[in-house]
């Protein structure tokens, strides 16, 4: 073994600090070879500003006896009433012989305000043992496979409520995607007109409330949206892919837009794109023009429809 020397540069009062721990991290009556141990000092009622330095124990550690960590403080307990705390430090030792090892004492030099002083701890010793092995009577034996023991009826009636279970999650999955895909298609199927949907979503922007600076730009993007909506499904136009300029290029070819219709709905469209685009703020009087102008061209629209399926 390796002996660890203490130098302290200064001349300071060596006050006996008691016992050092040395406790085993295996929970086992005896220490054996390999095993680490935790190997430190616990020091209690230490004042807030109190400062501590340890020796190092890197040269502890060689080939019979090895440094796995090194010094590590852990504050157990506090009094926040008289300002101190219990703490713990440690360093964690393997051995890797067997025999009685004398471990060195543990100094900590302690550093107040007010004085400093150096605590030892006296180490206790540390016995190694090894697993027992008689040469003469020890004999090598081929490794044995792994023992099988056969399959019993309740472990077989396990596997098998296991099995149905799987079974039956399997089941309700595939009949809950059918029966939503039935759903979907139900849906599909009872779709409102486009005209219907276009005024329900227009509806839900009726209030005055909307007209707020802050909020005009979700208004005005609420409304080109549900008439765009509309107009893909009336006309067959991608409108809500489409710039205003675009969408009204397209809608002067063939479609049956009276010029005032037209120039209404377009001039609403634009002053949408100043509010979104431009952060225009527009007055009331433009404000309460909107959704009138929207349903009118809805439902004109959808009258215009109507008419042609009549004829």
């Known amino acids: 073994m390796r002996a660890l020397v203490f130098i302290l540069v200064l001349l ?8 050092a721990f040395l406790r085993p991290l295996q929970k086992r009556d005896s220490v054996l070879v390999a095993d680490q141990l935790a190997y430190g000092f616990r020091l209690e ?6 400062g501590l330095a340890l020796s190092d124990f890197a040269p502890l550690s060689g080939d019979t006896l090895v440094l796995v960590r090194n010094w590590q403080l852990d504050t157990l307990k506090t009094s926040k009433r008289h300002h101190t705390y219990d703490i713990e430090g440690s360093v964690i030792i393997a051995p890797f012989e067997p025999g009685t090892y004398h471990l060195p004492d543990i100094g900590v030099l302690r550093v107040t305000p007010s004085a400093s002083d150096t605590l030892v701890f006296t180490a206790p010793e540390l ?10 009577t020890f004999e090598i034996h081929d490794i044995k496979d792994q023992i ?24 309700g999955i595939v009949l809950l995607v059918r029966r939503r895909r039935a759903r979907g298609q139900g849906e599909a199927v009872r779709r409102d007109p486009p005209h219907i949907v276009a005024l329900r979503k227009l ?11 802050s909020r005009q730009k979700q208004f005005y993007s609420g409304v080109t ?19 205003t300029a675009e969408l009204f290029a397209a809608l002067r070819e063939g479609r049956e837009l009276g010029e005032d219709q037209r120039r209404a709905l377009q ?30 061209f809805v439902t004109d629209t ?3 429809e109507l008419e042609e399926e009549a004829a």
């Open 12 to 19: 300071l009062d060596i006050i006996p600090g008691g016992e």
């Open 45 to 50: 009622g230490v004042q807030e500003g109190t």
């Open 127 to 136: 016995e190694v043992k090894t697993l027992p092995v008689d040469p003469e």
């Open 148 to 171: 099988r023991y056969p399959l019993t009826w309740g472990e077989a009636l396990r596997i098998l409520l296991c099995l149905l279970l799987a079974a039956g999650v399997v089941f």
């Open 203 to 213: 509806d839900a922007y009726r209030s005055e409330k909307f007209w707020e600076p």
């Open 225 to 243: 949206d549900a008439l765009k909506e509309y107009i893909d499904a009336r006309y067959g136009i991608d409108a809500p892919e489409m710039t």
């Open 267 to 296: 001039e609403l469209f634009e002053r949408a794109d100043f509010v979104k685009f431009a952060k225009y703020i527009a007055p009331d009087t433009d404000n309460a023009t909107v959704l009138p102008t929207a349903v009118k």
């Open 302 to 304: 959808y009258q215009t």
